[in-house]
């Protein structure tokens, strides 16, 4: 730890988190933080005036780690570490002019803001802001001030119970706070699109509960373990994710001795439908979100997906569908799903697969199909089967 006593703080988007909802949200913020902390060690975490504080209570609290997971909460759109000051002129120098040079390494320009939310502090902002910029050009004469696009931004900010110096901010995750915008069930393949689907409507505040396939023995105990893995990977984001398992193995038998092969993934998707809608209902969640993008496979056509989306009358949310793989892909690398993603086991997906699946169903004749099997029966026993695995932030 550095020789000065450093927080955390966040900012979280005034404009969204607006009135009556307001202490809601920071609720639901706080939760989360401190979800995410005890990982790290032991922090006060409070917020006051549209800032969430993350204050160490010892020495052995990791900062570092500490500031890597407050970026993955939503919510949050500014985050920096910052410098404590005992709230007089004399302090808040010697603060500044021995906290915030390493931070201003290369850099040949700055501005300083200030702000007193504390209106008592005898120095007005401006002037606060004049003497901190004096100090640190005096400790080092190569900077110069440049006000309208400085290198570095350095804010001063007079609180309530102290000062807080610090210089750039850096962008937080941004999104709504978890379980401000209800709860989705998330149908979870191994594959790279359902989990960056998952992270997405989770960044609008969906608490995210999953659903997965699995086809065992044609799928392997291994898929599932990637599968956990992933869900695993977002509770990065998303705290704690319950992965609910569902076996399709006896309805996909039936579907390939009694059905015509080109309807077999379509079939199997009004299964999949049915199911996650059943589960959906079970475990209060308002709508189910796939990671499908349009025309990406043949099942994800514009007819397919109606052909999909009338085994179901709940809202299906498919933040992927516009996108390209390219996209998407970036998106995974970046939340750190994608490594995961690119293994290379079976989905249940991938178990008889047509050899020329229809790209352009025919809802009555898919029906047609699906009267050859008990379909209330076979859904019947593949819910009865059902199992969970929580999943939760990893321990460092
Ligand atoms: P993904 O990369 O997410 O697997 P995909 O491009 O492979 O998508 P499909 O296999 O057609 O596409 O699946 C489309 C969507 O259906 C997935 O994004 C996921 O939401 C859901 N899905 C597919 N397989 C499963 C499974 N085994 N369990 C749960 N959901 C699944
Ligand atoms: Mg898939």
Known sequence: MSEFHEVILCKYGELVLKGANLSYFEALLEKEMRERAKRHGHFHIY??????????????????????????VFGIVGITRAAVADKNLEDILRVAKGYLPPFMDGKKTFRVDAKRADKTFPIASPELAGEVGAALLSANPRLR??????????????RETAAYIHADQEKGAGGMPIRSNG????????GIDSPVAGYMMAKR?????????????????????KVLELATELCEY??????????LTHIQEELRDKCEEDYFTLLLRRFMMTLAERCAKAYKCGALITGESLGQVASQTMEAIGVTDDATGMPVLRPCIGMDKEEIVQIARRI???ETSIQPYEDCCTVFTPRHPRTRPVLEKVLAQQAKVDFDALVDEAWGG???VTCRLKEY
């Open 386 to 388: 059902m199992y969970t």
């Open 238 to 247: 998303c705290t704690k994710i319950h992965v609910h398992v569902i076996s």
């Open 183 to 190: 709860r989705g069930l998330l149908l979870l393949s191994g």
């Open 145 to 158: 001030v440049d006000l309208h696009n400085p290198d570095c931004r350095i804010r001063v900010e007079v």
């Open 47 to 72: 917020h006051s005036q549209s800032t969430l504080y993350i204050v160490p209570k010892d020495e052995d609290c990791d900062l570092d780690g500490m500031l890597d997971s407050a970026r993955r």
């Open 205 to 225: 505040g969906v608490e995210i509960e999953a659903l997965h396939f699995e086809s065992f023995p044609y799928t392997s105990e291994r898929a599932r373990e």
């Open 336 to 338: 750190g799903t994608f």
